[in-house]
């Protein structure tokens, strides 16, 4: 009897050991993914009035005669948020880390993250950025260049933003 309980107990602590390195192993294999999922450079901090907070900018994709697209990894910090803006080609986000905020004009806030992909019409005015608490990052695509660029409005006011 005490050779058998002796077993189980060495058993039920293999278990134990197993569980704990696979959730180890999880949490490694979650901080390796967010690491890999930042696969640009922060960039230049954003010094223009159309952001409110602390925003970098790494352009990646500048637009030109042949692709007439712009291409940006956006990092915003939490609270950080760009103005009311619109785009005559539309937008596409590629939300790759964190947790941020998207709105269209008289719609209601949405909450995106990670591994979402937000498509924002032509022309329609909406503003996008970080949570109060986490910080964002996204790709932003601006396709059809040869449209028109970024019509940029006024800042999203706090009470709009909450």
Known sequence: ??????????GMAAIA???????AGEKNSDQWETKQLMPFAKGNLVTNGNFTGTVYLNMLVTNDTVYNTNIGSVTFEPGARTNWHSHPGGQLLLVTNGKG????RGGPVQVIKQGDVIKCPPF???????????????IAIGPNTDKGNVVWLQPVTDVEYQ
């Open 1 to 10: 009897m005490k050779k058998g309980f002796f077993i189980l107990l060495t």
């Open 101 to 104: 905020l998207y709105q269209e």
């Open 124 to 138: 329609v005015e909406h503003w996008h950025g970080a949570t109060p608490a986490d910080a964002m990052t996204h």
């Open 17 to 23: 050991a197993i569980s704990c390195q696979n959730k």
